[in-house]
């Protein structure tokens, strides 16, 4: 009997424990009424939560005591169901771009674009995806009204010029104030993960800009990273890209070297016939045949031959017979590469609660450049968080730590070292290695053929003295030289923001930002 009673007593708890929870399901739909896959459905101060399956059908024991849903999910606004007396709840969520549209960030918060007086631009995190960039601001590019972002530059991790409405001053700089997440930012632009961006805004006006003064003067850029969302279910996100690029506008034609070769007699024969005395030289044709390599640089002479003959062009200006090329180089085609490789991987992880949120983020970055040899790498790590210390007190924590590694070889100005001018200078019958008066390559005591920097070569008739970009030679300096960087930079950002009012809220803010960066060249 005492057994019986036991067994009776433990049943009556056993039900009192499952009266004490109940289970709800339902549906999560879009605003057209389509099924949502992988929509968050927690119990609202719990951690008691799960998600919808392929037909938007979820199913959720939530505990005794509950009083609110919360269903969230991606480019969806966030909805909260009361509780009652129904086991089914059946939801449906609003596209988020439709509210966040109204809202844009400026100098002192955010506000309604219904609201705004001054002159406000703003770039989405989704139109950033789908671009692929290197710095942030490139993302402006033809996005952003009054913005003129100029790359000048083929070098991958370059910083682009940004023009806010033109340039406000002859002498002092016109580049515009950077800000990122509320706090004034000097790094490099290409430190900033533009997959860790949800939005940029460009102030362009006073009245947008009046909080930073005079700093201000050139326009506002506002760079607002992503953040975990109030009461949304843990999301990792990850994603991979892997592509190649090649030149918009192709490299210009250029003569070939029997082309060149014919062109060169042609000027030898004007010279011959017109010469700076203005006395004619007797037989023009043979004259231009003769001198048309061993003459001197005042008289046209190549100083070097690229065929196996004496005088490879007869004096008809037609290549002779038999002639055959013992090089031919085509320098943009040593300098450039065709394919620019460029990968991108990465992972986020995000989420939160009604008292927390979090967003962790890594991501690397490998992109060749148009110069061969060149190339930008970049790790980073991104932490962005807060806690809601009180009803009215909320405290949070941005960092982001980059390390960057470039190789940048000479691919700009107007020196002869510049790889892209220096194939438009010198002529393809010009070889990379030196070669005797025979044509045969000059090798070093090791073996390896010796770079022609179009010098004097004591004791050779030919093949030295290069008239076109003396002394030089971009592609052996691309090679042997080494110009890279290595650099390193943490940011840390810490705030508290007190809430004196519903509409008036108190924010402080302290920064820390330690960049190191070592170069060779």
Not at 184 to 211: F, K, R
Not at 245 to 264: F, G, N
Not at 473 to 488: E, P, Q, V, Y
């Amino acid at each position: 009997m005492k057994k019986v009673l036991l067994n009776v007593v433990a049943l009556m708890f056993l039900s009192a424990s499952v009266f004490a929870q109940k289970k709800i399901t339902g549906k999560v739909t879009d605003e057209n009424g389509a099924p949502i896959s992988g929509a968050s459905v927690i119990v609202k101060g719990t951690n008691v939560g799960t998600t919808t399956d392929a037909s938007g059908n979820y199913s959720i024991t939530a505990p005794d005591g509950s009083k609110t849903l919360v269903i969230s999910y991606v480019g969806q606004e966030n909805k909260e169901i009361a509780i009652g007396t129904s086991n089914q709840y059946n939801i449906s969520l609003v596209a988020a771009t439709s509210k966040m549209d109204e809202v844009v960030v400026v100098a002192y918060g955010t506000q309604k674009k219904s609201d705004l007086i001054g002159s406000v631009s703003t770039v989405s995190a989704d139109q950033l995806k789908k671009q692929q960039i290197t710095s942030v601001t490139q993302g402006l590019q033809g996005l952003a009204t009054g913005v003129l972002v100029i790359n000048g530059s083929g070098q991958p991790g370059t910083n682009p010029t940004i023009r806010v409405r033109g340039v406000g001053s002859y002498a002092a700089s016109a580049d515009p104030l950077l800000v990122v997440d509320g706090i004034v930012y000097g790094g490099s632009l290409n430190s900033i993960n533009p997959n860790d961006v949800e939005e940029m805004s460009v102030l362009t006006d006073a009245a947008s800009t009046a909080l930073y003064g005079s700093r201000a003067a050139n326009g506002v850029i506002v760079i607002t990273t992503k953040k975990g969302k109030a009461g949304a279910y843990p999301v990792i996100n990850t994603y991979a890209t892997y592509g190649y690029s090649d030149r918009a506008i192709k490299e210009y034609e250029y003569v070939s070297t029997e082309e060149y070769m014919k062109l060169a007699w042609e000027a030898q024969k004007n010279y011959a016939t017109y010469d700076a005395a203005g006395a004619p030289i007797a037989n023009p044709e043979q004259y231009a045949t003769n001198n048309l390599i061993s003459g001197s640089a005042n008289t046209y002479g190549l100083r070097y031959n690229p065929y196996g003959v004496a005088n490879p062009i007869d004096v008809n200006g037609n290549l002779v017979p038999g002639a055959q090329l013992m090089w031919n180089t085509d320098w943009a085609g040593e300098a450039t590469t065709p394919n620019m490789l460029r990968k991108n991987v990465g992972v986020n992880f995000s989420g939160g609660s009604d008292k927390y949120t979090y967003y962790l983020s890594a991501d690397h970055l490998d992109q060749d450049g148009q110069i061969r040899s060149s190339n930008f790498k970049r790790l980073s790590v991104r932490f962005n968080g807060d806690v809601k210390v009180r009803d009215w007190l909320k405290v949070g924590l941005n960092t982001n730590i980059v390390t960057t590694s470039n190789f940048t070889p000479n691919q700009a100005g107007s020196a002869f070292a510049n790889s892209v001018q220096f194939a438009r200078i010198v002529s393809s019958i010009y070889p990379i290695y030196m070669h005797n008066d025979a044509g045969q390559l000059v090798l070093d005591p090791s073996g390896n053929p010796m770079y022609d920097f179009g010098g004097v070569v004591v004791g050779q008739s030919i093949n030295n003295s290069r008239p076109a970009a003396a002394n030089m030679n971009a592609i052996a300096l691309n090679r042997l030289d080494k110009s890279t960087g290595d650099n390193f930079q943490a940011i840390v950002n810490a705030y508290g923001e007190a809430s004196i009012t519903k509409d008036i809220k108190f924010k402080t803010s302290v920064s820390v930002d330690r960049y190191y960066g070592s170069s060779l060249t």
